[in-house]
């Protein structure tokens, strides 16, 4: 395919190593943002485009929310920074408390960690040292769902399911296994051949790649199997928690709780590097009556600021009552959705409530490339908004704080940006 280029040369080698990205060819005027504010970022280009993927699906309450940041510059000046090796200090018990207040299953403790990856490296961690505890030390397998995305540290890039370079990088992939969610034959299968070492299973509600619903009943085979040879199940909820999906977590609505709830990007509403485990009963009797040490730990995991950070969004999503604002949006997303399905090269959508996926048809019918939806987002943006590449689909994650006039915006700048791409020839 034959892509024809619209991005300006760039002038110079910027410092600044962008990831995921070529550096020769990044246009720096048009995608360095200097500012953002509510729903809009900024650019040295002079333009103020829409974002429609909240930063990266983090800025669930928009950017610059005022109470948030007024929560972070207090606790900076009362301790810019305390540690949580082997010590302990206000901010984090009580925010703490906050988190271990919200799911509608029963948490028993948290850790801190500064990231989703790192958090998912945590979390595979905590199951098998859970295991040689118990006496089981066999138990190392960690299983992940084809085409999940769980981060880029060396754990976490394992784990994931999506093609990121692991080989390349020789991502030492022995003790992890990735099976399909559609009809649950794969789940079965492996439990038939290695349940007996399988530590946990670990299951984004909705696949942060790709935007991809598992299914109800999928849940219910791995819960099931669970009784069955005892593993952990960790909810991956770094994209689909603090209100991206529906309530506080997603897994609020699965029939069983999971072991482990991972949190991560809305937590803060992006303003800090944060992540956190919420730790059932069944994993911290085990650590206690061991009187066993878990040896994890970040320097900056759980700071005072970020503490306050956390305690200030929920705060915040409490008083704009983000259940209300997420079905709101939600069904701005439907309406959006099922109108740009009549427009040439869109196929259907995938995800729930404020996390969802548009698939793209290049005019054979197959999916567009990864280049073809790559081509497609920068004509976006040149249009106007910001959205979210995913596997042969554009990603929308709006802040639930749009407005109807928002809407409005991302449509012409959605419908502009396929029609520059049509007309460029992306879709052939």
């Known amino acids: 395919m034959t892509v024809v280029p619209i991005l300006p040369t760039p002038r110079t080698q910027l410092p600044l190593w962008v990831p995921l990205t070529t550096q020769h060819d990044f246009a720096a005027d048009s995608f360095t943002a200097v500012k953002a504010d509510g729903v809009h970022v900024t650019f040295e280009d002079g333009r103020r485009r829409l974002c429609a993927k909240s930063g990266l699906w983090n800025a669930n309450l928009g950017y610059g929310n005022q109470h948030i940041a007024a929560n972070i510059s207090t606790e900076l000046q009362a301790a810019s920074y305390l540690p949580l090796f082997r010590s302990a200090h206000r901010q984090a018990i009580d925010a703490s408390t906050a988190l271990l207040g919200l799911p509608k299953h029963a948490f028993h403790r948290v850790v801190f960690s500064t990231s989703g990856g790192a958090a998912n490296d945590a979390a595979m961690k905590l199951a098998r040292q859970h295991f040689v505890l118990e006496g089981q030390p ?53 439990m038939n051949r290695e349940g007996h070492r399988i530590a946990a299973v670990i299951v984004e509600p909705v696949l942060g790649s790709g935007a991809e619903a598992v299914p109800d009943d999928f849940l219910e085979e791995v819960m099931k199997h669970r009784k069955q040879h005892g593993f952990l199940l960790v909810a991956d909820e770094v994209a689909t928690g603090f209100g991206r999906v529906g309530g506080w977590f997603a897994s609020d609505e699965w029939a069983e709780q999971p072991d482990v709830i991972i949190t991560s990007k809305g937590l803060t509403n992006g303003t800090s590097a944060c992540a956190a485990l919420l730790i059932g009963q069944k994993v911290t009797e085990t650590f206690d009556k061991n009187e066993a040490v878990f040896v994890h730990g970040e320097t900056q995991a759980g700071t005072p600021a970020t503490c306050a950070a956390i305690l200030g969004t929920i705060d915040e999503m409490r008083r704009l009552d983000f259940r209300t604002l997420n079905k709101g949006v939600s069904r701005g997303l439907d309406t959006l959705i099922t109108e740009l399905q009549r427009t040439k090269g869109v196929g259907n959508s995938s995800g729930r409530g404020c996390m969802r996926g548009l698939k793209l048809l290049s005019n054979n019918g197959l999916p567009l490339s990864a280049e073809g939806v790559l081509a497609v987002v920068k004509r976006i943006h040149h249009a106007g908004a910001i959205v979210q590449p995913g596997p042969g689909r554009i990603q929308l994650l709006p802040a639930l704080v749009y407005t109807e006039e928002n809407f409005q915006e991302l449509r012409t700048a959605i419908k502009a940006g396929l029609t520059t791409a049509h007309f460029d020839g992306v879709f052939a």
């Open 138 to 190: 066999e138990r190392k397998l960690i299983v992940g769902l084809k085409g999940s995305y769980h981060g880029l540290t060396y754990g976490s890039q394992a784990l994931s399911g999506d093609e990121l370079g692991q080989a390349m990088y020789s991502v030492d992939q022995r003790n992890i296994r990735h099976i399909a969610f559609d009809d649950g034959r794969e789940l079965t299968q492996l």
